[in-house]
T-cell receptor, first 113, second 116 residues
């Protein structure tokens, strides 16, 4: 079964600094990949998704992610962090023929002034 | 926009009580899911349903049951609540995987359950 590993349960950056949140998946076939964000006491909302159309995917709020098949990675980046980016971020994977979506353990992003 | 509504944001129940968590979606999605979210563990799938009256066990179904009598509604039932079921419960829905649809999930705001 596919799975997702998020490296780092907590990431702290300064406002204006680069944000890099890491995600690796285990699958022999490139799956659908997603990044979701969760603000305190809220549900998850979709940031972006990879569907094989393009390896560099742009999402909302200035985030983007690059699919690298050779590294089985789908890391999330943002060039300049903003205080409002403080949240928990989840990477998720879903196979083409499977309704089951698998989530990573999450990475909590803190943005320091 | 898709709206997934969970009936209760916060609940406090006693050990042994029967607990119902209700979820309604308004976009005619075929699939509905119940996840449990705990710190450091991410989201774990309890049950999902791909059609009315159909259900599949997820990773942690023990102690839970579900009901889907109508397409828009998916209920999670704790037959006899225990303290280790204190958690955040998230409902989600999605279209069926077909054609160009990636089956992304749309989430409700969550139900935080405390069992005393």
């Amino acid at each position: 079964a596919q799975s997702v590993t998020q490296l780092g349960s907590h990431v702290s950056v300064s406002e204006g600094a680069l944000v890099l949140l890491r995600c690796n998946y285990s699958s022999s076939v490139p799956p659908y990949l997603f990044w979701y964000v969760q603000y305190p006491n809220q549900g998850l909302q979709l940031l972006l998704k990879y569907t094989s159309a393009a390896t560099l995917v742009k999402g909302i709020n200035g985030f983007e992610a690059e699919f690298k098949k050779s590294e089985t990675s789908f890391h999330l980046t943002k060039p300049s962090a903003h205080m409002s980016d403080a949240a928990e971020y989840f990477c998720a994977v879903r196979m083409y023929n499977n309704n089951d979506m698998r989530f990573g353990a999450g990475t909590r992003l803190t943005v320091k002034p | 926009d898709v709206k997934v509504t969970q009936s209760s944001r916060y609940l406090v129940k006693r050990t042994g009580e029967k607990v119902f968590l209700e979820c309604v979606q308004d976009m005619d999605h075929e699939n509905m899911f119940w996840y449990r979210q705990d710190p450091g563990l991410g989201l774990r799938l309890i049950y999902f349903s791909y059609d009315v009256k159909m259900k599949e066990k997820g990773d942690i179904p023990e102690g839970y049951s579900v009901s889907r009598e109508k397409k828009e509604r998916f209920s999670l039932i704790l037959e006899s609540a225990s303290t280790n079921q204190t958690s955040m419960y998230l409902c989600a829905s999605s279209l069926e995987l077909r054609d160009a649809n990636t089956g992304e999930l749309f989430f409700g705001e969550g139900s935080r359950l405390t069992v005393l």
